[in-house]
């Protein structure tokens, strides 16, 4: 007589021994809230297509930092919504610009949050791409020249790390580069590696005004077919000195993530995007599925797949839950 089946209930039967080796957890230290700062003052103003996500004015963005902090929260990731909108994006890197002050106001109230900038130009140029458009193409080097100067601004105003998000080749070294020579090495970098071009990003670009006004990102962003180019283009920004790497969307790349996660020793972040959240507020709202469980399975399996940290528009709802858990 052998062994019989493998009895692999065994592990299963108690909440007890489930805990005990639970193989994965997820605790608020490992999100980044995503936080929109527009010009202006009123109310924060809301994001039709992200029920609960607004947009905030300066003078609110310190009290809603210090919220962020004492929810148990460390990091925010800061985008502005520009007003004036040209075609090169000047007000990307005004030194008193949005986003600068906006840091500047997060850091008074909430000295130990740690701040990452979203540095792109989508938001602040009139056609909505993410670079100068020369000739009806976005151009490479011009961009990259122009997010350098983005991110010694933000760095500058006390930004702890800046997100280089344009999908431009040699955005990386770039910003590394324009950081230290006006010297900011401690500043360091969240590149946006593995970016592909996704319906997901919809919902975003309602918040920010920046969709494009003709054709579309895919001349830039990574095609969603690609697995090697994803790798090929999380290698480069290591080598060209990212200290986090950012694959996104989340869900639709955690084959990436769990690759990565074995040949790439720097951080992962997976950026559980806009279209992400949306959808789980809509399946929630819909009632067909339990809002809490729902958002804690998909960003256990973020966190399983290989994710250190995962940006999430669910950070601060996620921390109350675990803390009424408690
Ligand atoms: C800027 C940027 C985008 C997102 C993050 N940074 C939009 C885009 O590339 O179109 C998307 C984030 C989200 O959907 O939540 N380039």
Known sequence: MGPGPVRLRRLRRTAGIRELVAETDVAPRHLIYPLFV?????????????????????????????????EG????????????????GRDAWAADGLVPRAVRAIRRAAPDLVIATDVCLC????HGH???????????????????????????????????????????EAVRRALDRAGHSATGILAYASKHASAFYAPFREAEDSAPSFGDRRGYQIDYRNARESLRAMA???????????????????????????????????????????????????GVVDERAAVTETLTAIRRAGADLVVTYYAREFARWVREET
């Open 38 to 70: 527009r010009s202006g003052g009123g109310p924060p103003t809301p994001i039709g297509s992200m029920p609960g996500i607004e947009r905030y004015g300066i003078a609110d963005l310190g009290e809603v930092a210090r919220h962020i902090s004492g």
């Open 73 to 88: 929260l460390r990091a925010v990731l800061l985008f502005g919504v520009a007003r004036r909108k040209d075609p090169e």
């Open 123 to 126: 938001a602040y140029t009139s």
């Open 130 to 172: 993410c670079g100068v458009v020369r000739d009806g193409e976005v151009d490479n080097d011009a961009t990259v020249e122009r997010l350098g100067r983005v991110a010694v601004t933000h760095a500058a105003a006390g930004a702890n790390l800046v997100a280089p998000s344009a999908m431009m080749d040699g955005e990386v």
């Open 236 to 286: 480069r920004d290591a080598a060209e000195g990212a200290d986090l790497l950012m694959v996104k969307p989340a869900i639709t790349s955690l084959d990436l993530l769990a690759r990565a996660r074995r040949r790439v020793p720097l951080p992962l972040v997976a950026y559980q995007v806009s279209g992400e959240y949306a959808m789980l507020k809509a399946a929630a709202a819909a």
